[in-house]
């Protein structure tokens, strides 16, 4: 290898990422956040599933405490390859379950498609999945879909209102729940665009090999159902709809992927 070689390759690597919880013991269970948040928003499924397994929630590249360089784009392939060094790092033995919420739902289902033999059994929660319209049949799922892709661009090119607002609405929210600051904002925002508006959920699910559970809210404020519904025809997928439940991990939620862990 060239020494051009050499130095682009340091410059593309990715770190290890902050592992914020190792507690218990037995089967590893392994928990991925989501979008603006950190391993904090799992405060209501570690105490319910430390006692039965080791439970293991790491916070996502730039995110929490895992930091990242100014050349990470925070592509979903980065994230992965983070996710790989840092569990590569923990020498865990054997196949483990990987629960993933929002965005971490999304790393998680191209991380079982491409380390099949390391997931035991995936559980994607509130995966924001946004297929191309023309995958959609119904006329309002469509309008759905290119509205909240539409939002999502008006919240990346409008970085000073949406940092300010987050702060003050971030104190009524639950802890974990909201963190969009200065130092989070690349991190955010590139996400954002390279992980949640360009995306290949179905075909990475398509991929994975262990079973799969799928739980979203009825009030989910940012599910297209249609685009879900789309899972269940696969066989290795099931669906699972929490009544009244919304986009956070509060504790119906909580509980419901407690019970798909045991």
């Known amino acids: 290898m060239?020494?051009?070689?050499?130095?682009?390759?340091?410059?593309?690597?990715?770190?290890?990422?902050?592992?914020?919880?190792?507690?218990?013991?037995?089967p590893v269970v392994v928990l991925l956040h989501g979008i603006a948040s950190s391993s904090a928003s799992w405060r209501h499924l570690v105490p319910l599933v430390s006692p039965l397994y080791?439970?293991?929630?790491?916070?996502?590249?730039?995110?929490g405490g895992s930091r990242a360089g100014e050349h990470i784009r925070f592509t979903l392939d980065?994230?992965?390859?983070?996710?790989?060094?840092?569990?590569?790092?923990?020498?865990?033995?054997?196949?483990?379950?990987?629960?993933?919420?929002?965005?971490?739902?999304?790393?998680?289902?191209?991380?079982?498609?491409?380390?099949?033999?390391?997931?035991?059994?995936?559980?994607?929660?509130?995966p924001p999945v946004y297929p191309h319209r023309r995958y959609l049949d119904a006329l309002g799922h469509r309008m759905r879909v290119g509205g909240y892709l539409w939002f999502y661009r008006f919240v990346r090119d409008n970085r000073l209102t949406i940092v300010n607002n987050a702060g003050r609405f971030s104190r009524w929210m639950p802890g974990g729940a909201l963190a969009i600051d200065d130092a989070s904002w690349q991190a955010f925002s590139r996400s954002l665009?390279?992980?949640?508006?360009?995306?290949?959920?179905?075909t990475d699910l398509a991929q994975v090999r262990a079973p799969v559970d799928?739980?979203?809210g009825s009030r989910d404020q940012v599910i297209v159902p249609g685009s879900l519904e789309r899972f269940g025809s696969m066989h290795h997928v099931t669906l699972h709809e929490i009544a009244r439940a919304d986009h956070l991990l509060r504790l119906p939620v909580s509980r419901e992927v407690a019970r798909l862990l045991r």
């Open 78 to 126: 980065e994230h992965v390859e983070a996710l790989h060094k840092t569990l590569r790092a923990l020498h865990l033995r054997g196949r483990f379950t990987l629960v993933g919420h929002s965005l971490g739902a999304l790393v998680s289902a191209r991380y079982a498609a491409v380390h099949h033999r390391q997931v035991a059994h995936l559980v994607l929660v509130a």
């Open 214 to 216: 799928v739980v979203w």
């Open 54 to 63: 080791r439970v293991i929630a790491i916070d996502l590249l730039g995110f």
């Open 2 to 26: 060239s020494l051009f070689e050499r130095v682009g390759r340091r410059q593309t690597e990715v770190p290890a990422l902050h592992v914020a919880v190792d507690m218990g013991e037995g």
């Open 193 to 202: 665009e390279h992980c949640i508006e360009v995306q290949t959920t179905t």
